[in-house]
Antibody, heavy 122, light 107 residues
Framework: EVQLVESGGGLVQPGRSLRLSCAAS????????MHWVRQAPGKGLEWVSG????????GYADSVKGRFTISRDNAKNSLYLQMNSLRAEDTALYYC???????????????WGQGTLVTVSS | AIRMTQSPSSLSASTGDRVTITCRAS??????LAWYQQKPGKAPKLLIY???TLQSGVPSRFSGSGSGTDFTLTISCLQSEDFATYYC?????????FGQGTKVEIK
């Protein structure tokens, strides 16, 4: 079965940076768009960023635009999220999620990792 | 950004009940609408995509309908394992957005 394993979370001070990784396995990674979705403690889901299979199309939530950068390395079956200028409101569980159909742009998410917790606090 | 508004925010229901959750988009999104179920401490699970297509392995008591701006998720006969929070999501245009969630609780 598809496996997505996030890593890189932790406690970080406001204004600092953190890089999240998502290791993918058991599917053809370079055929699918990938996304990051976060969930603040006790709150709902917030889409953060998405990247197409070939990195040709990238999108960001308004709340992270200019501070976060999504990327992928298809040779390593890995997805990344570089988070700069972190704020307290970025505190959340960060999930990576896989598009449910090959190629194309507008797809739902059929597999999710278990998430990595980012806490921004002094 | 397209705003997704779910109603109700929470509801109480009994096993066997028919439950309907609505989701309204602030502008037309064609059928680029998904529904997810999330249980405490777990990752979300895809139930429905393209507004009405049932994800593989999801029980047929779940159904979705709608297009444009108004959508519904229906659970035809609520089971104990269905008590959870449900989210709609549009993937029509960036930035993609989720509804605020509907918590289905036991009456």
């Amino acid at each position: 079965e598809v496996q997505l394993v996030e890593s890189g979370g932790g406690l970080v001070q406001p204004g600092r940076s953190l890089r999240l990784s998502c290791a993918a396995s058991r599917f053809t990674f370079d055929d699918y768009a990938m996304h990051w979705v976060r969930q603040a403690p006790g709150k709902g889901l917030e889409w953060v960023s998405g990247i197409s299979w070939n990195s040709g199309s990238i999108g960001y939530a308004d709340s992270v635009k200019g501070r976060f950068t999504i990327s992928r390395d298809n040779a390593k079956n890995s997805l990344y999220l570089q988070m700069n200028s972190l704020r307290a409101e970025d505190t959340a569980l960060y999930y990576c999620a896989k598009a449910n159909m090959v190629r194309g742009a507008n797809k739902a998410f059929d597999y999710w990792g278990q998430g990595t917790l980012v806490t921004v606090s002094s | 950004a397209i705003r997704m508004t779910q109603s109700p925010s929470s509801l109480s229901a009994s096993t066997g009940d028919r439950v309907t959750i609505t989701c309204r988009a602030s502008q037309g999104i064609s059928s680029y609408l998904a529904w997810y179920q999330q249980k405490p401490g777990k990752a979300p699970k895809l139930l429905i995509y393209t507004a009405s297509t049932l994800q593989s392995g999801v029980p047929s008591r779940f159904s979705g309908s709608g297009s444009g701006t108004d959508f519904t998720l229906t659970i035809s006969c609520l089971q104990s394992e269905d008590f959870a929070t449900y989210y709609c999501q549009q993937y029509y245009s960036y930035p993609w957005t989720f509804g605020q969630g509907t918590k289905v609780e036991i009456k």
